[in-house]
């Protein structure tokens, strides 16, 4: 019952998600915020969450494969299934923010080397096809470590290229250069931590899978706390360095737009819940050996991050220049329509779904050897 | 193979927006969207006050970051150094927007001329709706002064989820005629030509006067050159005082 | 294709069709002009070759540009319109013109959208709602031209029945030259009096300070190219009025050559581009005009070779001192002693300073500068400073500074218009029967010509209009009771102050017609509606105009295939309504009508077309016809003159009515105007009282010897202090074509070219120190209110505005008009209307509608 009821709850998210996407291709972009000035919004921000995600989790399957660490193995497969759901809701947020999707295919007509947009869109379509190869080798027990390590080198070459394609452009001081680039790929390892905790733990009890199952499996999931603590507490560090340097010392000219994003939702968000709160309660042994704490950790740090995401995206845009800033004040406000909402809900329903098959048919806890078993 | 570009006289400019409406015109903008524009500015306070206007449009960088950025090349530059768009190789994807340091390009959020999409009179049998108008002068295209020489190097009417900018009117270039704002200008504020040849105007205005660059700082190499002042006031010199 | 399209034609567009080839003359000068816009040699081929190809086939995608004139605003250039395939794509400057040349303001691109408006009205409509009123749909029904013009034709054979034709009442809005068969012939000839033009919500006060000290009634051109110092007085020429696009096209030369200064309480277009700004308090600038007087006198900088001077050569005009009259000898002037004595001799520009809110040292400054340039100093009278209610001797005062510094008629200052030859249509008084001559004798329904309404236009007590005192005369039934009345391109019920008197009195009318192109705030009282053709694309006609030394004769002529069945206000309507008239038989209108011949075939006109077109050719034969030939551009026949659009004077003879000043009575630049001493006694002497009570009863202060020279008059504002505590400043917008664009996108999307306005938006500008005074931030909505009246706009601050005034453009607050122009058609208004604000006032000398410095406002937040 209560399983039809999610699967419910998740075709009626598809099904919004896919009048909005009718909509919006037959309607046009107006349904957005629409100003040439916020000219990328919240679909944008979620496919970054998403794709950040996705490579996130990238590393941490390639801890047990790529490094060797056999104790990590247990998580595998679920965290490669996940790579891929959640890829996957990218790409749905990514098409939802494509003005003319169709015309993607001059990407291979019309290549650009120098953009770090085809770089992006290259490595991604490589990294889809690297994916479901390296899960199908998991899948029929033939780990491949090249494809493995290849996940692991793509993962890394997306979320700093994201940082690339945000970062770089002259037009946009306020993104702080190279910082991206660096913060883009720690904080994506955060999410790919978070997203396995919470899946693993929360996910499988909601389905009724208790898990762990066993005590080397609760031992795991303390240890990838501990490591999911040490990297939020490093972009923590990494993040306050940002607002001290783009929130203090800086011209407003260069850094109005960050100055003035300080003290936005999607800032403070990012801030306390996203990064201060789950530090301090991966930072409390009694309470980050409770599932519930590394549950409630996650899922703060995926809403912080989510949040951030689109921070930062705002940071670039808010601030209007040269003729974008006749007419309007010198900060513009943000609030995403309805359409934008149900956009990010449209990628996340997507993920959750085909993540819910996953569990149901893939048997996605179980290790090579259970795999094997079972077949 | 010349290399075009315009220089902005300032101090002739009237700050009358002629060419940014003539520009709509020349190039069937739909609502909302302005190839070439304006940033204006009201300094000092009363009764020490001026108001200054600086025309606005694609600069045509040499190095532009919107050309670098385009995954596909749709935006890309032309031999005579024109920033050229190809509406049919965009995803819409808006980088270019987010690359350019000047905010001149447009996104066709919808379907263009809204306004003359409506069906609907004010004064049912006495007057007609706006798409009955471009119906009946201009079988149902775009609008009824629709300019259809845009359509021979670009789409005549850009479609929605795609991006937009002024091109130089390229499309008049190629017929050995001037921008569409350069003509338009009453005031003989916008000059063009070619950086290439030696003895054009264009180049002895570059000499004559210390000319500016939008962000020159960047590097971007921008093709709009402005010289003078909008408000070359005269005063009446003093040391000052303290 | 192109026999299709011929088929497809209406019998306008073949007189096109026969003139597809472009003669060699028009080619070659196409081609010229083509190539001086584009400076590269090698760029000049291509264009030759698309010319080359237009010529021969021009219904092709390039198109054909036609001659065509521009009516948005006053400034009448002469353009060209790009057609293709039978509709009208852009719009440019006419190469031909010597006035505007290739240059085009803002406007002209509008007209696109005006042309092409979906909310013309596209077929005669009649009311159905016998009630008339703001708020009472009229119910409009499409009728057949052939109903109106019926209804029409009743009507007027209903007066001549019962012998009461001046009943009958003509409004004129927007014209051209062919307005006399309308507004003049067809009144006269139907037998009333009262043919009523909007003359004087236009400008007339402006005239009033030329014509008496110059004799020269009318709007003056500018030398600006040869000026060394031009003082700009309450007029903005770079955003509107007059010669926008030739003043646009050399302002960046004029600013290198001339010191610039603006007077103006407002920082406007021009202002923005001048080398100072005067931000005078509004209705002072007589005080600063007879300041800069007095300092170019005790400085001795007048223009010694055109005022002559002391006969010993020493200066004895000292501040506060009598000069006497016989030490000095007068050249080309009258009356600078008089002047001094009478007014000039305390005005000094400490005086001068405390009533206009600026400093001496800047008055005195500038004042030297302006001698020190004579004679290329330009004073340049704009309507700002006599649009009030004690504007007149503003506007002379302002005037009089170029016969100081000798800039009339001169090198680098003012001049005025060029002669031209055009010819009257033919006169209607054979075709006047007893019933229309005694209508005509009645007295005019705007009561002018009544001791309190002098409107000593030119010199003639009653001579000019006061058109918006019309409402009151309909309301009072003052001289007489209106019965049928026909308008044209005019919108009183928006366009004239205190508006709700004229939604009162059209309500009043039993029977209006009104022409138009659009469903306007006049044409919702109306009880029949004529879809009118637009100016620049869709009639004959001509106008004229002047700038840059020169005079311009520009055609009106349909170049593009309209859209509906529209007809012609001044021709083709009346020609219809006098074939009904002549079927009721009265045939007089419609023989008279017959006698505008065609001057190349001897042939009359058979129909309505035929008759816009030879009434035309008739007015304008001497321009091209080479046998009558009389000076200006020569032509070889009506053919080349029609494509080339636009017939050019003689350049400007400098100097030459240096003492032969036609219309004053001196024959000399009058100081002390003997003109208006003499004007002012004929009207006291028709009222048989004196002058002092003429002027007592037109609100002005003078009396005695002072009612004859320039002088300072406090300005009368309405409004308690207290209570009001902003002066309301008026302007126009560089986008306005006469208050009809506001239906036009672009418009909106642009009207944040008047500096400190914004885009889609009607923003009352405070200076940021009221605003703080009473709370109001930029964004707010509020109410703006007059003692007569209220509007809803929004709050803006800006620098650019006086403390204590509060700035708005005039052009929005439409209730009708069209989608874009109101908020909700017929109810609600987009932005506001400044008449709203604006008392019915008068500057009572010309009949002008006072719109400056006449009202105090109140702010309240909505």
Redesign the interface.
């Given at each position: 019952m209560k399983g039809r009821l999610w699967i419910g709850l998740l075709s009626l998210g598809i099904l919004l998600g896919l009048v909005t996407a009718f909509r919006v291709f037959s309607t046009g972009f107006v349904l957005y915020a629409k100003t040439d000035i916020l000219v990328w919004t919240m679909p944008l921000a979620a496919y970054i969450f998403f794709s950040l995600t996705s490579s996130g989790l990238a590393f941490v399957s390639s801890i047990p494969i790529v490094f060797g660490i056999k104790r990590y193995e247990p998580l595998e497969k679920r965290t490669v299934f996940l790579e891929i759901a959640v890829l996957m809701a990218g790409f749905v947020c990514l098409i939802m923010h494509l003005g003319s999707p169709l015309n993607v295919i001059y990407l291979l007509l019309s290549p650009n080397l120098a953009s770090p947009l085809w770089w992006l869109a290259m490595l991604y379509g490589v990294y889809l096809a690297v994916l479901l190869a390296s899960f199908w080798r998991i899948q029929t027990a033939q780990v491949s470590k090249t494809l493995s390590t290849l996940v692991f080198l793509i993962a890394i070459a997306t979320s700093t290229a994201l940082g690339w394609l945000l970062g770089l452009p002259d037009a946009r001081p306020a993104m702080n250069g190279s910082f991206l680039t660096v913060y883009f790929p720690l904080t994506a390892f955060a999410c790919g931590l978070a997203a396995v905790l919470l899946f693993s733990l929360a996910y499988a009890r909601a389905s009724g899978n208790p898990n762990p199952t066993s005590a080397a499996q609760a031992d795991l999931y303390d240890e990838v706390a501990k490591v999911f603590g040490v990297v939020i507490g490093v972009t923590l560090v990494l993040f306050i360095w940002r607002a001290i340097i783009g929130g203090v010392s800086s011209s407003e000219v260069e850094l109005g737009a960050f100055r003035r994003m300080m003290q936005s939702l999607s800032f403070q968000t990012e801030l306390w819940l996203g990064l201060v709160a789950p530090f301090v309660l991966m930072l409390i042994p009694s309470v980050r050996v409770t599932t519930w704490g590394k549950v409630l950790a996650s899922l703060l740090l995926l809403v912080g991050m989510f949040a951030g995401r689109l921070e930062f995206i705002l940071t670039a845009e808010i601030m209007p220049f040269g003729q974008l800033g006749e007419g309007v004040p010198q900060f513009v406000s943000y609030l995403p329509t309805i359409s934008e909402v149900l956009v990010a809900l449209f990628g996340l329903a997507v993920m959750l779904l085909l993540y819910t098959l996953g569990e149901r048919y893939l048997n996605l806890d179980g290790t090579q050897e259970k795999s094997e078993a079972g077949t | 193979m010349p290399k075009y570009a315009m220089v902005i006289?300032l101090?002739?400019?009237?700050?009358?927006?002629?060419c940014?409406?003539?520009c709509?015109?020349?190039n069937n903008l739909s609502?909302?969207i302005?190839w070439s524009?304006?940033?204006?500015e009201?300094v000092?306070?009363?009764?020490n006050?001026?108001?200054?206007?600086m025309p606005?449009l694609c600069n045509h960088c040499e190095d532009a970051?919107c050309v670098?950025?385009?995954?596909?090349?749709?935006m890309h530059k032309l031999d005579n150094g024109i920033t050229m768009h190809d509406t049919?190789?965009?995803?819409?994807?808006?980088?270019c927007?987010?690359?350019?340091?000047?905010?001149?390009?447009?996104?066709?959020?919808?379907?263009p001329f809204k306004?003359?999409r409506?069906d609907e009179?004010?004064?049912k049998?006495?007057?007609?709706?706006?798409q009955?108008?471009v119906r009946?002068?201009?079988n149902g295209t775009a609008?009824?002064?629709?300019?259809?020489?845009r359509a021979e190097t670009l789409a005549g009417a850009r479609?929605?989820?795609?991006?937009e900018k002024c091109t130089f009117c390229d499309h008049r270039v190629?017929?050995?005629?001037?921008p569409y704002c350069v003509?338009?200008c009453?005031?003989?504020?916008r000059v063009?030509?070619?950086l290439e040849?030696g003895t054009?105007?264009i180049k002895f205005l570059l000499g004559k006067f210390r000319a500016f660059r939008?962000?020159e700082h960047?590097?971007?190499k921008p093709k709009v050159y402005y010289i003078r002042n909008?408000?070359?006031?005269?005063?009446?010199r003093t040391k000052g005082g303290v | 294709m192109e026999v299709k399209e011929k088929k497809k034609m209406k019998p306008t567009m073949k007189d096109f069709l026969d003139d597809l080839k472009l003669s060699r003359r028009t080619f070659m000068k196409a081609s010229a002009a083509a190539g001086t816009a584009v400076a590269t040699g090698a760029a000049l081929k291509p264009t030759f070759r698309a010319l080359a190809e237009a010529s021969t086939a021009p219904a092709s995608a390039q198109g054909e540009w036609r001659a065509a004139t521009c009516q948005g605003c006053t400034s009448w250039c002469s353009k060209q319109v790009l057609v293709i395939d039978g509709r009208a794509v852009k719009a440019r400057g006419n190469p031909n013109s010597k006035v505007n040349g290739g240059a085009s303001c803002p406007r002209v691109h509008l007209a696109m959208q005006q042309v092409y408006d979906p909310d013309r009205v596209k077929t005669p409509m009649k009311r159905t709602n016998p009630k008339k009123g703001r708020n009472e749909d009229p119910g409009f029904v499409p009728i057949s031209w052939d109903e109106a013009l019926d209804t029409i034709a009743d009507k007027i054979m209903e007066l001549r029945n019962n012998n009461e034709t001046h009943k009958y009442m003509l409004m004129r809005g927007r014209y051209s030259y062919m307005r006399d068969i309308l507004y003049d012939r067809m009144t006269k000839i139907i037998g009333s009096p009262n043919n009523i033009s909007h003359s004087s919500l236009c400008a007339e006060a402006e005239k009033f300070g030329p014509f008496y000290t110059e004799g020269y009634w009318g709007y003056r051109q500018y030398d600006v190219e040869n000026a060394r110092c031009i003082t700009v007085w309450g007029a903005d020429p770079l955003a509107a009025n007059r010669q926008v696009s030739y003043y646009s096209s050399v302002w960046g030369k004029a600013i290198d050559r001339a010191h610039i200064a603006v007077v103006e309480p407002r920082l406007s277009a021009t202002a923005a581009k001048a080398d100072e700004w005067f931000p005078i308090k509004p209705g002072e600038d007589g005080a600063l005009a007879v300041a800069f007087a007095h300092v170019l006198l005790t400085e001795g900088l007048w223009y010694k070779p055109f005022v002559g001077d002391f006969k010993d050569g020493v200066n004895k005009f000292v501040a506060g001192q009598e000069v006497n009259e016989e030490d000095f000898e007068e050249l080309y002037t009258h009356g600078i002693v008089k002047w001094w004595n009478l007014e000039l001799k305390d005005r000094t520009a400490e005086w001068a300073a405390e009533k206009t809110g600026l400093t001496a040292k800047q008055i005195t400054r500038h004042a030297r500068e302006m001698g020190m340039d004579a004679p290329h100093s330009i004073s340049w009278l704009g309507g700002g400073p006599c649009m009030q209610v004690r504007g007149g001797y503003t506007a002379m005062a302002v005037h009089a500074l170029n016969g100081i510094v000798g800039a009339v008629d001169n090198v680098g200052g003012t001049l005025k218009s060029n002669k031209e030859y055009t010819s009257k249509f033919p006169k209607p008084d054979d075709f006047m029967d007893e019933i229309a001559k005694k209508g005509k004798k009645h007295e005019k329904i705007d009561q002018r010509g009544r001791l309190q309404f002098p409107c000593i236009n030119a010199g003639k007590s009653g001579k000019g209009v006061i058109t918006n005192n019309a409402a009151d005369g309909i309301l009072n039934e003052d001289p007489n009771e209106i019965k049928v009345a026909i308008a044209y391109m005019n919108n009183f019920a928006f366009s004239a102050p205190q508006p709700e008197r004229w939604e009162r009195a059209l309500s009043k009318i039993p029977f209006l017609a009104h022409i138009t192109t659009n469903a306007s705030e006049f044409s919702w009282f109306a009880d029949i509606v004529l879809p009118n053709t637009h100016h620049m694309f869709e009639k004959w006609g001509y106008v004229k105009s002047i700038g840059n030394g020169y005079r311009q004769v520009t055609l009106l002529q349909p170049v593009i295939e309209p859209v509906w069945d529209y007809k012609t206000d001044e021709t083709e309507i009346p020609w219809l309504i006098a074939e009904k008239l002549a079927e009721r038989g009265f045939p007089n209108l419609l023989d008279h009508y017959k006698e505008y011949k065609d001057p190349e075939t001897g042939k009359a006109p058979t129909n309505e077309k035929e008759f816009a077109l030879y009434s035309l050719k008739y007015a304008t034969q001497k321009l091209w016809d080479p046998a009558k030939h009389k000076g200006g551009d020569k032509f070889n026949g009506w053919e080349e003159f029609r494509q080339t659009g636009v017939w050019n004077s003689d350049p400007y003879p400098y100097r030459k009515r240096w003492g032969k000043m036609k219309k004053t009575k001196t024959k000399k630049f009058e100081f002390y105007s003997e003109t208006l001493k003499e004007a002012l006694q004929k009207h006291a002497d028709k009222h048989e009282t004196t002058i002092d009570k003429v002027l007592e009863v037109c609100f002005y202060q003078a009396r005695g010897e002072m009612a004859f020279v320039p002088h300072y008059e406090e300005p009368y504002v309405l409004g308690d202090e207290a209570e009001y505590p902003f002066v309301h400043v008026d302007y126009k917008s560089r986008l306005n074509r006469e208050g009809r664009s506001a239906n036009c996108m672009w418009y909106h999307e642009f009207k944040d070219v008047d500096p400190g306005d914004e885009r889609w938006d009607d923003v009352a500008k405070f200076n940021p120190i009221d605003a703080k005074k009473i709370g109001i931030k930029s964004g707010d909505r509020i109410r703006l209110i007059s003692p007569t009246g209220k509007l809803e706009c929004t709050a803006k601050l800006w620098e650019g505005v006086r403390p204590g005034t509060i700035a708005k453009c005039y052009g929005q607050g439409h209730w009708v008009y069209g989608r874009l122009a109101s908020k909700e058609f017929g109810k609600v208004p987009r932005g506001g209307n400044n008449n709203d604000l604006i008392p019915a006032q008068y500057e009572r000398l010309s009949g002008s509608t006072a719109y400056y410095a006449v009202t105090r406002l109140k702010v309240e937040k909505v």
């Amino acid at each position: 019952m209560k399983g039809r009821l999610w699967i419910g709850l998740l075709s009626l998210g598809i099904l919004l998600g896919l009048v909005t996407a009718f909509r919006v291709f037959s309607t046009g972009f107006v349904l957005y915020a629409k100003t040439d000035i916020l000219v990328w919004t919240m679909p944008l921000a979620a496919y970054i969450f998403f794709s950040l995600t996705s490579s996130g989790l990238a590393f941490v399957s390639s801890i047990p494969i790529v490094f060797g660490i056999k104790r990590y193995e247990p998580l595998e497969k679920r965290t490669v299934f996940l790579e891929i759901a959640v890829l996957m809701a990218g790409f749905v947020c990514l098409i939802m923010h494509l003005g003319s999707p169709l015309n993607v295919i001059y990407l291979l007509l019309s290549p650009n080397l120098a953009s770090p947009l085809w770089w992006l869109a290259m490595l991604y379509g490589v990294y889809l096809a690297v994916l479901l190869a390296s899960f199908w080798r998991i899948q029929t027990a033939q780990v491949s470590k090249t494809l493995s390590t290849l996940v692991f080198l793509i993962a890394i070459a997306t979320s700093t290229a994201l940082g690339w394609l945000l970062g770089l452009p002259d037009a946009r001081p306020a993104m702080n250069g190279s910082f991206l680039t660096v913060y883009f790929p720690l904080t994506a390892f955060a999410c790919g931590l978070a997203a396995v905790l919470l899946f693993s733990l929360a996910y499988a009890r909601a389905s009724g899978n208790p898990n762990p199952t066993s005590a080397a499996q609760a031992d795991l999931y303390d240890e990838v706390a501990k490591v999911f603590g040490v990297v939020i507490g490093v972009t923590l560090v990494l993040f306050i360095w940002r607002a001290i340097i783009g929130g203090v010392s800086s011209s407003e000219v260069e850094l109005g737009a960050f100055r003035r994003m300080m003290q936005s939702l999607s800032f403070q968000t990012e801030l306390w819940l996203g990064l201060v709160a789950p530090f301090v309660l991966m930072l409390i042994p009694s309470v980050r050996v409770t599932t519930w704490g590394k549950v409630l950790a996650s899922l703060l740090l995926l809403v912080g991050m989510f949040a951030g995401r689109l921070e930062f995206i705002l940071t670039a845009e808010i601030m209007p220049f040269g003729q974008l800033g006749e007419g309007v004040p010198q900060f513009v406000s943000y609030l995403p329509t309805i359409s934008e909402v149900l956009v990010a809900l449209f990628g996340l329903a997507v993920m959750l779904l085909l993540y819910t098959l996953g569990e149901r048919y893939l048997n996605l806890d179980g290790t090579q050897e259970k795999s094997e078993a079972g077949t | 193979m010349p290399k075009y570009a315009m220089v902005i006289d300032l101090q002739s400019c009237v700050g009358c927006g002629a060419c940014s409406i003539a520009c709509k015109n020349e190039n069937n903008l739909s609502e909302g969207i302005f190839w070439s524009s304006k940033i204006t500015e009201t300094v000092g306070t009363f009764p020490n006050v001026r108001y200054h206007y600086m025309p606005t449009l694609c600069n045509h960088c040499e190095d532009a970051p919107c050309v670098r950025g385009c995954p596909t090349q749709a935006m890309h530059k032309l031999d005579n150094g024109i920033t050229m768009h190809d509406t049919k190789k965009c995803i819409g994807c808006r980088y270019c927007m987010y690359n350019c340091p000047y905010g001149v390009i447009s996104f066709n959020w919808e379907k263009p001329f809204k306004f003359w999409r409506d069906d609907e009179p004010v004064l049912k049998g006495c007057t007609p709706s706006p798409q009955e108008v471009v119906r009946k002068v201009n079988n149902g295209t775009a609008t009824p002064y629709y300019n259809p020489a845009r359509a021979e190097t670009l789409a005549g009417a850009r479609p929605k989820g795609v991006v937009e900018k002024c091109t130089f009117c390229d499309h008049r270039v190629k017929r050995g005629e001037l921008p569409y704002c350069v003509e338009a200008c009453p005031a003989n504020a916008r000059v063009f030509g070619d950086l290439e040849n030696g003895t054009h105007e264009i180049k002895f205005l570059l000499g004559k006067f210390r000319a500016f660059r939008l962000k020159e700082h960047l590097g971007t190499k921008p093709k709009v050159y402005y010289i003078r002042n909008f408000n070359p006031a005269a005063y009446d010199r003093t040391k000052g005082g303290v | 294709m192109e026999v299709k399209e011929k088929k497809k034609m209406k019998p306008t567009m073949k007189d096109f069709l026969d003139d597809l080839k472009l003669s060699r003359r028009t080619f070659m000068k196409a081609s010229a002009a083509a190539g001086t816009a584009v400076a590269t040699g090698a760029a000049l081929k291509p264009t030759f070759r698309a010319l080359a190809e237009a010529s021969t086939a021009p219904a092709s995608a390039q198109g054909e540009w036609r001659a065509a004139t521009c009516q948005g605003c006053t400034s009448w250039c002469s353009k060209q319109v790009l057609v293709i395939d039978g509709r009208a794509v852009k719009a440019r400057g006419n190469p031909n013109s010597k006035v505007n040349g290739g240059a085009s303001c803002p406007r002209v691109h509008l007209a696109m959208q005006q042309v092409y408006d979906p909310d013309r009205v596209k077929t005669p409509m009649k009311r159905t709602n016998p009630k008339k009123g703001r708020n009472e749909d009229p119910g409009f029904v499409p009728i057949s031209w052939d109903e109106a013009l019926d209804t029409i034709a009743d009507k007027i054979m209903e007066l001549r029945n019962n012998n009461e034709t001046h009943k009958y009442m003509l409004m004129r809005g927007r014209y051209s030259y062919m307005r006399d068969i309308l507004y003049d012939r067809m009144t006269k000839i139907i037998g009333s009096p009262n043919n009523i033009s909007h003359s004087s919500l236009c400008a007339e006060a402006e005239k009033f300070g030329p014509f008496y000290t110059e004799g020269y009634w009318g709007y003056r051109q500018y030398d600006v190219e040869n000026a060394r110092c031009i003082t700009v007085w309450g007029a903005d020429p770079l955003a509107a009025n007059r010669q926008v696009s030739y003043y646009s096209s050399v302002w960046g030369k004029a600013i290198d050559r001339a010191h610039i200064a603006v007077v103006e309480p407002r920082l406007s277009a021009t202002a923005a581009k001048a080398d100072e700004w005067f931000p005078i308090k509004p209705g002072e600038d007589g005080a600063l005009a007879v300041a800069f007087a007095h300092v170019l006198l005790t400085e001795g900088l007048w223009y010694k070779p055109f005022v002559g001077d002391f006969k010993d050569g020493v200066n004895k005009f000292v501040a506060g001192q009598e000069v006497n009259e016989e030490d000095f000898e007068e050249l080309y002037t009258h009356g600078i002693v008089k002047w001094w004595n009478l007014e000039l001799k305390d005005r000094t520009a400490e005086w001068a300073a405390e009533k206009t809110g600026l400093t001496a040292k800047q008055i005195t400054r500038h004042a030297r500068e302006m001698g020190m340039d004579a004679p290329h100093s330009i004073s340049w009278l704009g309507g700002g400073p006599c649009m009030q209610v004690r504007g007149g001797y503003t506007a002379m005062a302002v005037h009089a500074l170029n016969g100081i510094v000798g800039a009339v008629d001169n090198v680098g200052g003012t001049l005025k218009s060029n002669k031209e030859y055009t010819s009257k249509f033919p006169k209607p008084d054979d075709f006047m029967d007893e019933i229309a001559k005694k209508g005509k004798k009645h007295e005019k329904i705007d009561q002018r010509g009544r001791l309190q309404f002098p409107c000593i236009n030119a010199g003639k007590s009653g001579k000019g209009v006061i058109t918006n005192n019309a409402a009151d005369g309909i309301l009072n039934e003052d001289p007489n009771e209106i019965k049928v009345a026909i308008a044209y391109m005019n919108n009183f019920a928006f366009s004239a102050p205190q508006p709700e008197r004229w939604e009162r009195a059209l309500s009043k009318i039993p029977f209006l017609a009104h022409i138009t192109t659009n469903a306007s705030e006049f044409s919702w009282f109306a009880d029949i509606v004529l879809p009118n053709t637009h100016h620049m694309f869709e009639k004959w006609g001509y106008v004229k105009s002047i700038g840059n030394g020169y005079r311009q004769v520009t055609l009106l002529q349909p170049v593009i295939e309209p859209v509906w069945d529209y007809k012609t206000d001044e021709t083709e309507i009346p020609w219809l309504i006098a074939e009904k008239l002549a079927e009721r038989g009265f045939p007089n209108l419609l023989d008279h009508y017959k006698e505008y011949k065609d001057p190349e075939t001897g042939k009359a006109p058979t129909n309505e077309k035929e008759f816009a077109l030879y009434s035309l050719k008739y007015a304008t034969q001497k321009l091209w016809d080479p046998a009558k030939h009389k000076g200006g551009d020569k032509f070889n026949g009506w053919e080349e003159f029609r494509q080339t659009g636009v017939w050019n004077s003689d350049p400007y003879p400098y100097r030459k009515r240096w003492g032969k000043m036609k219309k004053t009575k001196t024959k000399k630049f009058e100081f002390y105007s003997e003109t208006l001493k003499e004007a002012l006694q004929k009207h006291a002497d028709k009222h048989e009282t004196t002058i002092d009570k003429v002027l007592e009863v037109c609100f002005y202060q003078a009396r005695g010897e002072m009612a004859f020279v320039p002088h300072y008059e406090e300005p009368y504002v309405l409004g308690d202090e207290a209570e009001y505590p902003f002066v309301h400043v008026d302007y126009k917008s560089r986008l306005n074509r006469e208050g009809r664009s506001a239906n036009c996108m672009w418009y909106h999307e642009f009207k944040d070219v008047d500096p400190g306005d914004e885009r889609w938006d009607d923003v009352a500008k405070f200076n940021p120190i009221d605003a703080k005074k009473i709370g109001i931030k930029s964004g707010d909505r509020i109410r703006l209110i007059s003692p007569t009246g209220k509007l809803e706009c929004t709050a803006k601050l800006w620098e650019g505005v006086r403390p204590g005034t509060i700035a708005k453009c005039y052009g929005q607050g439409h209730w009708v008009y069209g989608r874009l122009a109101s908020k909700e058609f017929g109810k609600v208004p987009r932005g506001g209307n400044n008449n709203d604000l604006i008392p019915a006032q008068y500057e009572r000398l010309s009949g002008s509608t006072a719109y400056y410095a006449v009202t105090r406002l109140k702010v309240e937040k909505v």
